[in-house]
């Protein structure tokens, strides 16, 4: 796991921060992403299109706020919320780490799903073919870069699967815009699901984190920052947008998804069994992009040093085989139903508003921030998507129904 040399002297910040780009767009695009735009396009039609244009803003505010925090103050996220309050970055660790860890499960199991489509094989045993490959990409030489282009490469194939998709079916554009700026149903649940799915959770530190990994750090690198967050929000975005319009066409056609595994009746109904085997494959790669941004960020919450020598970078390779395993053990043995991975989704935004929160007060504090100043409107508006999230977050604990 360890590069040979230091990252910054093997790559430009501009390739690291790409390679942070698609680390958390991609960790944003896995099998609960697949499964929660196709859920709620079922049930809500074009009215989820604003559910997305509001995610697609929140993704914006928590990503600039949550990436610049990180990289001028050079620590990761933990290490400040301990420098809030003492204590508090194990607090944040947990959270992250455990919802990390489920979420985990359905992406190895996900993973699994894709070679079952593929090829046939039982998903349990394609969940360790996919655990194999995703402890290889790990433990190989510069494994940072080797993780950064197969990320990259599998979200080459997503959208691949989604243009083909959208080229068979008659896409109702207008229907959805309209409804995305005019909704007649506005679902709280939908909102913090997907919201929570995007950048809740790990998702919300990958990127920073990953910039941190390759050496990106300090005021003079702002301007990486938000060309690496204004990327990854644009591609998951356009994939969210994608899925949720294939959807939309299916649903509008008059077709019902099947609740079981409402992703792969989008692909069935526009494209037969030819869309399903591409469903197989946009699930294997979403399922692996997950698995190792997940791995990733979560294991990089137990690391409190910056030292080269601390005890997560000396065991890190059993870290990451361990994590990987033991989700792909549970899933192996107790299975990940689509619906845990909405729930878990939801959970993770539920988290949202108390990490954006953390970091938005570290943000202020000069003994932790120096002479930088944190922009008013990132502030201000970052504020608003805690207030909102928070606010959403009550309201679905308050009607949701496991």
Not at 110 to 123: E, H, M, S, W, Y
Not at 311 to 334: D, E, G
């Amino acid at each position: 796991m360890k590069e040979t040399t230091p990252v910054t002297k093997k790559r430009s910040p501009f390739s690291v921060a790409m390679g942070a780009a698609f680390m958390m767009a991609m960790a944003a695009v896995g099998p609960g992403f697949l499964t929660q735009t196709a859920m709620f396009t079922g049930q809500m039609g074009a009215n989820f299109g604003f559910a997305i244009l509001l995610c697609i803003i929140a993704d914006i505010i928590v990503q600039l706020n949550i990436w610049r925090i990180i990289i001028v103050s050079g620590k990761r996220a933990q290490v400040l919320a301990n420098e809030v309050v003492p204590g508090l970055g194990y607090v944040l660790t947990g959270l992250i780490f455990i919802g990390g860890f489920f979420f985990n499960i359905g992406n190895i199991g996900g993973a699994g799903l894709g070679l079952n489509v593929l090829f046939g094989i039982d998903p349990k045993n394609g969940a360790l073919i996919a655990a194999a490959i995703a402890i290889t990409v790990f433990v190989v030489k510069n494994a940072m870069t080797v993780v950064d282009r197969t990320v990259q490469f599998l979200a080459v194939i997503k959208i691949a699967v989604l243009i083909y998709i959208l080229a068979v079916t008659t896409v109702p554009v207008a229907t959805a815009v309209h409804h995305t700026f005019m909704p007649t149903e506005i679902n709280f649940y939908s909102i913090v699901t997907i919201v929570g799915g995007t950048v809740g959770g790990y998702i919300s530190f990958s990127g920073g984190h990953r910039l941190l990994e390759g050496g990106v750090r300090g005021q003079e690198n702002i301007r990486y920052v938000n060309e690496g967050a204004l990327t990854g929000i644009g591609v998951a975005s356009v994939i969210r947008v994608m899925l949720f319009l294939a959807g939309l066409a299916v649903v509008l056609a008059g077709h019902t998804l099947d609740p079981a595994n409402p992703a792969a009746s989008i692909f069935q109904i526009a494209a037969g069994n030819f869309g399903y085997k591409f469903f197989g494959l946009l699930l294997l790669a979403a399922g692996m992009t997950s698995t190792l941004g997940s791995t990733f960020t979560s294991i990089s919450f137990l690391n409190y040093s910056q030292n080269k020598e601390s005890w997560v970078n000396k065991y890190r390779s059993a870290l990451i085989i361990t994590f990987i395993l033991a989700s792909t053990l549970i899933f192996y043995f107790i299975g990940s139903p689509a619906k845990v991975l909405v729930v878990v989704g939801a959970m993770n935004g539920m988290i949202l508003p108390i990490a954006l929160a953390i970091l938005l007060v570290a943000a202020v504090k000069k003994n932790i921030m120096g002479t930088y100043r944190h922009p008013k409107w990132l502030l201000f508006t970052g504020w608003i998507v805690v207030a909102f999230m928070a606010y959403a977050a009550v309201q679905t604990l308050l009607t949701i129904k496991l």
